[in-house]
């Protein structure tokens, strides 16, 4: 490798740990392999993440038989929809976590007795690590497009998960 390839394999690692750590955002899957189906208990599934602003929670089921509705803490509580804030019927919705408080969701047509009920506490975004991208930003002067092309990749490959 040439003398000046270090520095660039440097910045870019630097690069792709700035990248990775801000968009890492996590798509919760309900019920995991088991989706979103009666006779499960999702507080048990809840218990088992931990859920961040910006993080997915996403539902997988049959889409002629359930759906899902987001609700208060009443509708939560009583398998009730009134005054839902949202609903979604595709058999797989991804649904934003975006602001930081318990989310409610539950089966709008009967599954809510049978267990299809899940609350979360989504968390504030933990601070992000102290990075030392300044110390290496200097070295950036030469291989400028090389780089180019790993961020574009790299930005593009984030923002076509969702
Ligand atoms: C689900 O599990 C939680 C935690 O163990 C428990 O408190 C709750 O009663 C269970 N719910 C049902 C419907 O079994
Ligand atoms: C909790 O998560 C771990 C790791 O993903 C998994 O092996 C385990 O089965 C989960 N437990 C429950 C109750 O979902
Ligand atoms: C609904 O749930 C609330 C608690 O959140 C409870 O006080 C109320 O009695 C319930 N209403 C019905 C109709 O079950
Ligand atoms: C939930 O929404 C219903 C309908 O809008 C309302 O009557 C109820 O008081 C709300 N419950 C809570 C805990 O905010
Ligand atoms: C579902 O949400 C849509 C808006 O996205 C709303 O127009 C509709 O009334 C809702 N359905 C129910 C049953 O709440």
Known sequence: MS????????LSSAVVLLLVS???ATDHIVGANKGWNPGLNYTLWANNHTFYVGDLISFR???TQYNVFEVNQTGYDNC????ATGNWSSGKDFILLDKAKRYYFICGN????????VSVLVHPLPPPPKSSMADHTSAAAAPI?????ILGALVSACFGLG
């Open 22 to 24: 801000s968009c890492a």
């Open 110 to 117: 009967g599954g809510c007795f049978s267990g299809m009920k």
């Open 61 to 63: 089921y049959q889409k």
């Open 80 to 83: 009730t929809t009134e005054g």
């Open 145 to 149: 497009g090389v780089l180019g092309v």
């Open 3 to 10: 003398s000046s390839a270090a520095p660039l394999l440097q």
